[in-house]
């Protein structure tokens, strides 16, 4: 089937550590958005890329990065200079600009 | 940037029951889409409707641009229609502005 596939479903990081969440998608979409979710609250957009080898920040990309080296995955890295990392983070995807979006099923990540 | 603004905030209806939620936006959209979110987590299409009615089942959407606002039908609803829904315009760009949506529960 085609879809979006994150992973993990549930990632919990160490004080100063890096860790970085999966993004696969079999849709042959061009552009990728990786967004958070805090309690409540609605997303907002860390990073998008409209093709491979190209990435733009979204409104909340501080303590973040991202790469495009293949038009199926987005993978998004947690970086320690993240002090909030805890939330619910969301990959979408979509043919291309004004298009619909289409979003994997999320990974939760903690901080222990 | 663009402003955002869902309500209500959270309602409660009882099963079978009809309501309407509202979406007003600040400027103007190149699209906007509604999504819900399950309790698990999911976010699901409901509609892609930069303009227009559109009807899918017991669901329906009328985005009037020029007024700048949306407006997501639910008639009938069943417990399973219970989470958040979230409307997204997109005014230009790759940026997606979500609202803080609306919070659904229905009871059995």
């Known amino acids: 089937d085609g879809g979006i596939t994150q992973s993990p479903k549930y990632l919990f990081r160490k004080e100063g550590q890096n860790v970085t969440l999966s993004c696969e998608q079999n849709?042959?979409?061009?552009?990728m958005y990786w967004y958070r979710q805090d309690p409540g609250q609605g997303l907002r957009l860390i990073y998008y890329s409209q093709i491979v080898n190209d990435f733009q920040k979204g409104d909340i990309a501080e303590g973040y990065s991202v790469s495009r080296e293949k038009k199926e995955s987005f993978p998004l890295t947690v970086t320690s200079a993240q002090k909030n990392p805890t939330a619910f983070y969301l990959c979408?995807?979509?043919?291309?600009?004004?298009?619909?979006?289409?979003f994997g099923d999320g990974t939760r990540l903690s901080i222990l | 940037g663009i402003q955002v603004e869902q309500s209500p905030p959270d309602l409660i209806l009882q099963e079978g029951a009809n309501s309407t939620l509202r979406c007003n936006f600040s400027d103007s959209v190149n699209n906007l889409q509604w999504f819900h979110q399950n309790p698990w987590g999911q976010l699901i299409n409901l509609f892609y409707i930069p303009s227009g009615t559109k009807q899918n089942g017991r669901l329906s959407a009328t985005t009037v641009a020029t007024e700048r606002y949306s407006l997501l039908y639910i008639s009938s609803s069943q417990t399973t229609d219970s989470g958040v829904y979230f409307c997204a315009p997109q005014a230009g760009g790759f940026k997606t502005i979500f609202g803080a949506g609306t919070r659904l529960f229905v009871k059995a």
């Open positions: 979408a995807s979509s043919t291309g600009l004004n298009q619909p979006q289409h």
């Open positions: 849709l042959n979409h061009d552009a």
